[in-house]
């Protein structure tokens, strides 16, 4: 580490060091099997709660730790460092986890947190959709009232968790407001539900154990009870809410990803032996290796500022589109320069910079393609 981190105390430390044994010894042996089938098996999930992984910030009340977002900051960071990229416990804990309990009724949140905490359900965000993605004034999905229910209709993509996915929070166009204008409402939605559906595990270029699929909602009926927080129209803004520390996630990933993949590429120069001399011993290998680890100690100076910002419930839009679109450029970047470096071994997937060539491009578009992370920066102008 070029520069020393001063986020986190020992306790955090202590919590590193036992997910990334987690990580280490309960995901990477069964990984590659899990990419092939497309989703990690329940049991995972079970076990991630049994250990206490699932929810953290979740108050004690509704079955969570009470522990400070940092906890979930370092379980982000090992995972890309470890690079468990089939796991998704992210979307589950922090934004499924995170609307229930910072928008939703005393109800909701007895009725699903506990649950979610312990892993018996699986959480998953239900917002993209075929016509549109970053647009979210372009989701077409409807809830219409009807008696104390919704009927709900349309489909969504690109779900994460999505087969698995026993809890969904689901955007859907409401009427509300005046002359009947549709709004965007968030819903709680079951997997069990009659006339939802899921599609397969979607096949991905990378990120292949992650549980990816389509959903399907032919009047699906639900009650007006499962509105999100109880009051319609206010999805957008509860989406917004959130939406700054989602986007930062990504680029607390993607900065320990870079730095994995250098650390991979030093190994891998030190050992390997071109023209009787190591890769590293080249003056282009040490320029290209010194422009990457100086590159990566930026980015983390300027995600651990953002993740200080949003411990203090102070980051801003266009601080997080920064982090996001930079860190991700970055780590395309970064995994592409680590894949030369290694010569035709990086282009073989039994060697692990090249499946971190494979994940890395989606970075750059989940969670709002960087074109859109510039135009929110571009507005600032």
Not at 310 to 333: D, G, I
Not at 335 to 343: A, K, R, S
Request: with cysteine; hydrophobic share 40%.
């Amino acid at each position: 580490m070029m520069l020393p981190r001063t986020l986190f105390n020992s306790e955090h430390e202590e919590f590193r060091r036992t997910i990334r044994r987690f990580f280490l010894e309960e995901v990477i042996p069964h990984q590659e099997r899990w990419e092939e089938q497309g989703y990690v098996p329940r049991e995972l999930w079970k076990r991630a709660g049994e250990l206490g992984f699932l929810c953290m910030g979740v108050p004690e009340e509704y079955g969570g730790l009470g522990a400070d977002r940092l906890f979930a900051v370092v379980l982000m960071e090992e995972k890309a460092h470890t690079r468990a990229t089939s796991t998704n416990f992210e979307v589950h804990s922090d934004i499924v986890g995170g609307y229930i309990q910072h928008f939703g009724t005393e109800a909701q949140k007895q009725q699903w947190l506990p649950k979610m905490a312990t892993g018996e359900v699986v959480g998953a965000l239900a917002m993209t959709e075929p016509s549109g993605g970053s647009d979210l004034q372009a989701i077409k999905t409807t809830a219409v009232k009807d008696g104390d229910d919704y009927l709900i209709n349309g489909s969504k993509i690109f779900i994460s968790n999505g087969w698995h996915g026993d809890i969904f929070v689901v955007a859907v166009q409401t009427e509300t407001g005046i002359e009947g204008k549709r709004q965007i409402s968030l819903l709680l939605v079951e997997g069990d539900r009659h006339g939802f559906t899921k599609g397969k595990p979607l096949k991905k270029i990378g990120l292949k154990g992650q549980d990816t699929c389509e959903l399907f909602f032919e009047n699906v009926r639900v009650p007006q009870s499962n509105l999100l927080g109880g009051v319609e129209g206010k999805g957008f803004k509860q989406l917004m809410q959130e939406l700054a520390f989602e986007r930062l996630t990504v680029a607390i990933q993607c900065v320990q990803a870079a730095r994995s993949s250098l650390e991979l590429t030093l190994d891998y120069t030190r050992s390997r032996k071109v023209f009787g001399k190591p890769v590293m011993d080249y003056q282009n290998s040490r320029f290209k290796l010194a422009e990457m680890k100086s590159e990566i100690a930026i980015a983390q100076v300027f995600v651990d500022r953002c993740i200080e910002q949003a411990l203090q419930h102070q980051l801003t839009p266009e601080a997080s589109a920064t982090a996001k679109y930079w860190v991700s450029e970055l780590y395309c970047r970064v995994v592409d320069e680590c894949v030369q470096l290694h010569g035709g071994y990086g282009y073989m997937l039994e060697y692990p910079i090249a499946r971190a060539y494979c994940d890395a491009r989606a970075s750059r578009i989940y969670l709002g393609a960087n074109e859109i992370m510039k135009d929110i920066v571009a507005r600032t102008l």
